[in-house]
């Protein structure tokens, strides 16, 4: 637990002791006491597993072995004694070096593996390196595709703003009359941009019509509340570009003097 710089949330860690204790012990995470017994608490209490009984003397919390963006799912540790070598393999083994530490360090630890288990065929690797790779296998296509949307996403905003602008332009005898009929620079930005919302909202709910089937149909392995959750944060993000495309075009609009526009036409 110390090793791998797990947190304990309730009780205690494992000790000695525990070696040749009476029963074994486990330490499970929060996830497991939930799921498993509730709000009830079972420290000290014994349960069965593996087809024996073990004693829980602590809870730690979340920890994910393989990096930040692995699911929580339910763990449990145990003391490696010879009471439970029939049925628990020990495949993997965590040693705590001391920060100062250097690569003589692990030459020695090398040496001593390969005494006792009469071949070389094991490896030592850098767990904090190895969750740091792990983490960037993640971040990198997340990087990557959020600049692909941002790209794609500047594209049509610059498009939207061009076409809201000669639309704009070409209603300006409209915008003249308006304001030639006592209309302020505020009621002719509202109109535009509201016009342009409410086509944006039209669009975007006929797109989320399509869109919540994803989830209901399981055409994608994707837990639903996260679709959802993505579906209305696209539809917000989809709405600030078009206000933000909307504004600067209306509000040019705004200014126009009736005298000129209705002259123009």
């Not at 497991?32 to 809870?59: A, C, P, T, Y």
């Not at 630890?109 to 390969?114: G, K, P």
């Not at 919302?197 to 989830?215: C, N, W």
Request: proline share 3%; hydrophobic share 45%.
């Amino acid at each position: 637990v110390e090793t791998n710089s797990m947190n304990i949330v309730a009780g205690r860690n494992f000790t000695e002791a525990d070696l040749t204790g009476t029963y074994p012990v486990l330490i499970p995470n929060e996830r497991f006491m939930e799921e498993s017994f509730g709000e009830k608490d079972m420290l000290d209490s014994l349960i069965i597993w593996q087809g024996e009984e073990h004693r829980i003397v602590g809870v730690m919390d979340a920890f994910k072995y393989n990096g930040e963006f692995e699911s929580n799912e339910n763990r449990l540790l145990t003391l490696f004694s010879p009471r439970n070598a029939h049925w628990v393999r020990m495949t993997q083994a965590y040693v705590r070096l001391d920060p100062a530490a250097d690569i003589t360090y692990e030459e020695k630890i090398s040496e001593i593996v390969e005494s006792v288990l009469k071949t070389s065929q094991f490896v030592i690797q850098d767990a904090p390196l190895l969750r740091t790779r792990s983490n960037l296998e993640t971040w990198i296509p997340i990087v990557a595709l959020l600049s692909i949307c941002g790209f794609l996403c500047l594209n049509v905003a610059l498009g939207l703003f061009g076409v809201l602008s000669y639309t704009i332009r070409k209603r300006k005898s409209e915008v003249g009359l308006r304001r030639a009929l006592g209309a302020d620079g505020f009621a002719i930005t509202s109109q535009f941009t509201a016009e342009v919302i409410f086509l944006a909202v039209i669009a975007i709910l006929i797109g989320s019509f399509f869109g919540v089937q994803v989830p209901l149909l399981n055409l994608m392995d994707i837990d639903g509340s996260i679709f959802y959750r993505a579906l209305i944060t696209s539809g917000v993000i989809i709405l600030l570009v078009v206000l933000i495309c909307a504004l600067y075009p209306s509000m040019r609009a705004s200014k126009i003097h009736p005298a000129i526009a209705l002259h123009e036409d």
